[in-house]
């Protein structure tokens, strides 16, 4: 997804949700519009268009898709989680539009009053380069833990499978070598399994099938309930196409039924889902669409 130039990604102050007891905060890295075939190239433009409900948040009128990478703060009692942390700065890419960024996430972040220190737990949804990038920063030539007083959650099943993919890889384009191994040698670093409960009012939850140990993070908080997406969706567009799988799919065959099953589950319910890559206003709740479904917002 190639990134628009600031001026023109400019959405205002954060977006928010109240769940119960738990607020979430989406803080962007950048939004783009088109440029994002490589990663649903059935998402034709001549499709796009006929899934008229997409325009013109998640789409604009031409069938071009309308995306984001941002990380999602989420203050449950006692507790302050960033969830993904996008790509980074100063980071070496093998996509040329994501190499070497200089955004104002940082300073984004601190501006919506999350200060670097304040974060006591990061959660990656899995381990791709778009969702550790903030995990680390580049500090006199050396990348260091941005968040030196969080604990950083990584699924067990998706470590172990990334650690044996960056064996041989060039540590100055990895993602594993300076957004992960970073943080694991500080010792910040907790293995969970898939199902793990970080506070009464955040768990992990399995959404197998775009890397091998993905999940995403369920929020109940007095009786209302919130789902954040990670990748096993990238756009609403999956919603009316459940079987447009990404190339980048570990097991696309899961990835489709992952989307089936949890879709199913979210129809006409009160849940409220949080796409990690759906542009603004990002949330919304799944409704039945025929044999397919839609994203209501």
Request: charged content about 20%; hydrophobic content about 40%.
């Amino acid at each position: 997804m190639r990134p628009l130039p600031r001026t023109e990604t400019e959405a205002g102050p954060p977006l928010t949700w109240q769940i119960g007891d738990v607020k979430i905060t989406r803080i962007v890295e950048f939004e783009t519009t088109g440029g994002t075939r490589f990663l649903l190239p059935e998402a034709t433009y001549d499709a796009i268009r006929e899934i008229e409900w997409l325009t013109p948040h998640f789409a604009d009128a031409g069938g071009k898709l309308k995306m984001s990478i941002h990380a999602l703060v989420v203050e449950a009692p006692g507790r302050r989680i960033i969830v993904d942390t996008c790509i980074g700065n100063d980071k070496t890419r093998e996509m040329e539009p994501w190499s070497h960024l200089q955004t104002s996430f940082l300073t984004d972040l601190v501006a919506a009053g999350f200060g670097r220190g304040s974060i006591d737990t990061v959660v990656c949804t899995h381990l791709h380069v778009d969702h550790v990038g903030w995990n680390t920063m580049l500090v006199d030539g050396a990348w260091i833990p941005t968040f030196p007083n969080a604990r950083y959650l990584i699924g067990r099943t998706e470590y172990e499978y990334w650690r044996g993919e960056a064996v041989g890889e060039d540590p100055a384009t990895s993602p594993f070598h300076d957004s992960v191994k970073p943080v694991w040698d500080a010792g910040l670093v907790d293995l969970v399994e898939t199902d793990h409960r970080i506070c009464d009012e955040v768990s992990l939850e399995p959404t197998l099938g775009h890397t091998p140990g993905h999940v995403s993070i369920r929020i109940r908080s007095k009786g209302q309930e919130a789902l954040i997406t990670g990748d096993f969706t990238h756009h609403p567009c999956q919603l009316a196409h459940p079987e447009w799988a990404p190339p980048v799919d570990y097991d696309q065959a899961a990835s489709i039924a992952t989307r089936r099953r949890v879709y199913g589950q979210l129809a006409g319910s009160d849940v409220l889902v949080i796409g990690t890559h759906f542009a603004a206003p990002c949330a919304g709740h799944v409704v039945a669409d025929g044999e397919v479904w839609r994203l209501k917002v």
